[in-house]
């Protein structure tokens, strides 16, 4: 455990939710509040580790095609998350950010993370990205506009820099659980060269000793970015 190398940044797709609580015979609402209590347990964790950057694919932009019982459970969870963790965000001096496009959420949710960005926004002590309404081909789509809006090259660096994620970089590793191999456009751009690992827990169930196991992954691999070494 001593000598593993550690991922500067990791980003999560929190899959499973639904089929963990459908395997219960519980209603897939009910594994998102689990899904919800399990995402500070992992950041938590990720931080004490030493991961600087935690990125979580929480809603995707194509989740509003899901009943609308659902994307209200989902909606209202995210409220109750931000209300419940503010101050453990404050006490541990820890930068909330957030990837997607906010403007379709309520102006309840849309006030409520205007303020957690604004008294989080000087912290040090690690990021939490969470992906809310996000997209990866949108977010390409966004940036590449921007710069043709605004007369500039639209280069890979130019296109790097105008992404939700500009001041945070890549992420080393990407987690999936739920045990589907894909990717559900989740930072397409950024994860060009980031190691891909992924698992049959389904997220509820994705506990420490199970991050533990991704970053063993991600320290026995040798990235070459296209190298030779
Ligand atoms: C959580 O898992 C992901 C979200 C969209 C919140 P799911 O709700 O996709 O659960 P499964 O994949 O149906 O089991
Ligand atoms: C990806 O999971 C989105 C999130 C984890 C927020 P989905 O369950 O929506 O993805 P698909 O439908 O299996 O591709
Ligand atoms: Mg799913």
Redesign the pocket.
């Known amino acids: 455990m001593e000598n593993l190398k550690i991922p500067h940044h990791i980003g999560i797709?929190?899959?499973?939710?639904?089929?963990?609580?459908?395997s219960r015979g519980k209603k897939?609402t009910y594994?998102?509040k689990h899904?919800s209590d399990n995402v500070d347990r992992i950041a938590s964790y990720a931080f004490e580790r030493g991961i600087k950057v935690v990125s979580l694919?929480?809603?995707?932009t194509e989740?509003w095609q899901?009943p609308k019982e659902?994307v209200d459970e989902?909606m209202r969870l995210l409220s109750v998350y931000f209300k419940r963790f503010l101050s453990k965000f404050v006490k541990n001096k820890i930068k909330v950010k957030i990837m997607g496009d906010v403007s379709a959420l309520t102006p309840k949710l849309q006030k409520e993370i205007g303020d957690i960005l604004e008294k989080t926004k000087d912290f040090d002590g690690g990021v939490l990205c969470l992906g809310i309404n996000y997209g990866g081909r949108q977010e390409i789509v966004n940036a590449v506009n921007s710069l043709i809006k605004n007369d500039q090259p639209v280069t890979v660096e130019n296109i790097s820099n105008n992404l939700y994620t500009a001041e945070l970089g890549e992420p080393d590793l990407i987690i999936r659980t739920?045990g589907?191999y894909r990717l559900s456009n989740f930072m397409l751009f950024q994860g060009a060269y980031s190691e891909l690992y992924f698992t049959d827990v389904?997220?509820p169930d994705f506990d420490e000793n199970e991050l533990e196991k991704a970053i063993e992954s991600f320290s026995g691999r040798t990235r070459r970015v296209g190298k030779v070494l």
């Open positions: 797709i929190m899959d499973g939710n639904g089929r963990w609580a459908e897939r594994g998102h899904g694919y929480a809603f995707s989740n899901r659902e989902l739920g589907e389904l997220w």
